[in-house]
């Protein structure tokens, strides 16, 4: 195979040998390699990740860009091992789970995306299931020698995923395969599956009964180590507190505009949280039965792609399917996102969480698809997954960073805003409480990590930040709850959508500014997405450059 140079052989390279120890990455890039299999997730099995990476940083190193394509391309590659690298190092990637993204919700999950075609895929499937508690085991042994060291997860985090492991122990990856192969063909994955159930009861009980008495009853990181997981999340050197304040003013600014909304809504209301209820039992937005939300979302999902498809965005022909299915039970209570495999055998794919209901309110979902899907992230990820002509092969599958992706998507949601698309008060009242949630999430998650004051003197915690989530973004008290909880374990995260938005938005009025009526809103969206995911600073400091075509 020929190379346009060497950073992009060795980009290549470095995939193909990362995939080679890890049979999950090949689930998600659509390769046929090790499906049978799952990672090694002992302490031992990351050092040799870790040291694969520190040889391909001192060999990237030594390569000198031949054009402006490959300067973005080492760019991005350095700072993303880099930092992944430092995350090892310090042990964070051990000490760093949570209820969104965890060794067992991750194993889960994987089985979702796994193909199901051929008599090979259900025997890999199978083989699989019944690797699971060699990889908990592993998993287990790993985080118990971190805890030596002193290093322990939150134990709030750890009582999430106890619950989501007894999900799985219960039934869970039985329902699974069931709904895999509703025939019963296949009776060695309905076997393995108890397996897996059987060691997910026991993962759950070793959290349970020796891991909880050496967690951190602390929820917070503090200073030093939120400011390692933000730069991580959003690639940008960020002054906290005045991040803070401007998600505290931001804030505010929605809120104003939701009262207005409210009052054509339920005249008179005293509270957000009431409009909110009127919302949610209105006929008009109620879908009833699982079929049919799917069936609403792939609609929605099909006609935005129509619809957004020429004068304004550039949509290849290759990534006009999106799907839209259930979420596994025992998943987190927000909707998300998976990317198509590399060769686009398997499509982008959103997800939507039931959380054990059969209906579901869509005044609130129609900002939110747009967010996971087009133009949102399956539009931005399915340009980079097509781009093979300026993107390496890194910057394409594993060069995603939160600030950049989630600051594509919430400027998405803007985007549709500007275009109208929310002019019904009921779905503008969606679209801002999407808003109030990432702009309550600069606020609280900042807060809780870095000990700031709530509007009423008194510093963050769970419980204030559920009041705010429940009386100011709209969320029910269960979903206020798990988004808590993700923020409490996943610090600097949260922060990435509003702060990406920002840049995102920032970006675009220069141009306009500078360029004037030279000024294309498709041409600009082109270049910024097709130039590839990176850090928030150096994102704003190419698209500072661009000419206009």
Excluded at 7 to 20: G, K, N, P, R, W
Excluded at 61 to 73: H, Q
Excluded at 300 to 314: C, N, P, Q
Aim: aromatic share 10%; charged share 25%.
């Amino acid at each position: 195979m020929t190379y346009r140079s060497e950073i992009f052989e060795l980009s290549d390279t470095y995939i193909d040998q990362l995939s080679a120890m890890s049979p999950m990455s090949c689930t998600y890039l659509g390769k046929d390699m090790d499906q049978d299999k799952l990672d090694d997730l002992s302490i031992a099995g990351m050092a040799k990740t870790a040291q694969l990476t520190r040889e391909v940083l001192k060999k990237l190193g030594s390569l000198e860009p031949i054009d402006e394509i490959d300067r973005i391309a080492k760019t991005v590659m350095e700072e993303r091992l880099s930092s992944s690298l430092a995350l090892h190092d310090c042990q964070e990637e051990h000490v760093l789970w949570n209820v969104l993204t965890s060794p067992p919700s991750n194993i889960r999950s994987i089985f979702e995306l796994m193909s199901r075609k051929s008599d090979t895929d259900f025997a890999n499937i199978a083989q699989r299931l019944l690797a699971v508690e060699t990889a908990h085991n592993q998993w287990v042994q790993t985080i118990g020698e971190v805890a030596k060291s002193g290093k322990t997860t939150a134990q709030r985090q750890v009582r999430g995923v106890i619950e989501q492991l007894e999900s799985y122990a219960h039934g869970g990856y039985s329902q699974m395969c069931k709904n895999f192969d509703p025939d019963g063909k296949y009776p060695a994955i309905h076997s393995a599956a108890k397996e897996a159930e059987k060691s997910s009861a026991q993962t759950a009980a070793y959290l349970k009964n020796e891991y909880m008495a050496i967690a951190t009853p602390n929820d917070a990181v503090g200073a030093e180590r939120y400011a390692v997981w933000s730069r991580y999340f959003t690639g940008a050197k960020l002054d906290l507190r005045a991040t803070y304040e401007w998600g505290m003013a931001d804030l505010k600014a929605i809120n104003e505009r939701m009262w207005v909304i409210a009052e054509q809504i339920k005249p008179g209301a005293k509270t957000l949280r009431e409009v909110a209820d009127v919302l949610d039992h209105d006929p008009k937005y109620v879908i009833k039965g699982k079929e049919n939300v799917i069936k609403y979302l792939q609609d929605f999902t099909d006609a935005a792609i129509k619809r957004m498809d020429g004068e304004f965005f550039e949509i290849d022909e290759r990534i006009k399917i999106c799907e839209a299915r259930l979420a596994p039970e025992g998943s987190a209570s927000a909707p998300y996102y998976n990317p198509p495999s590399e060769d686009l055998s398997r499509p982008g794919t959103t997800w939507i969480p039931m959380l054990g209901k059969d209906e579901v309110s869509s005044w609130h979902l129609v900002s939110t698809w747009y967010h996971e899907a087009v133009p949102g992230h399956h539009l931005q990820v399915g340009t980079v997954t097509v781009e093979k002509e300026r993107l390496t092969r890194f910057q394409r599958t594993a060069a995603g960073i939160s600030g950049y992706g989630e600051g594509w998507a919430l400027y998405a949601e803007r985007f549709m805003n500007e275009l109208g698309a929310f002019d019904e008060p009921g779905i503008e009242m969606g679209y801002l409480s999407a808003q109030a949630l990432r702009a309550a999430r600069i606020v609280v998650d900042i807060g809780m990590h870095l000990g700031y004051t709530d509007f009423d003197g008194n510093v963050w915690n769970a419980d204030s930040s559920r009041k705010l989530l429940n009386e100011q973004a709209l969320l029910d008290e269960a979903h206020s709850r798990s988004e808590t909880d993700r923020y409490l374990g996943w610090p600097g995260q949260a922060i990435s959508y509003k702060v990406g938005e920002r840049v995102w938005m920032a970006a675009r009025e220069d141009a306009r500014v500078r360029l004037g009526a030279a000024f294309n809103m498709k041409k600009f969206h082109t270049y910024a997405l097709k130039i590839g995911p990176m850090g928030l600073d150096p994102f704003a400091a190419e698209m500072a450059t661009w000419d206009g075509n």
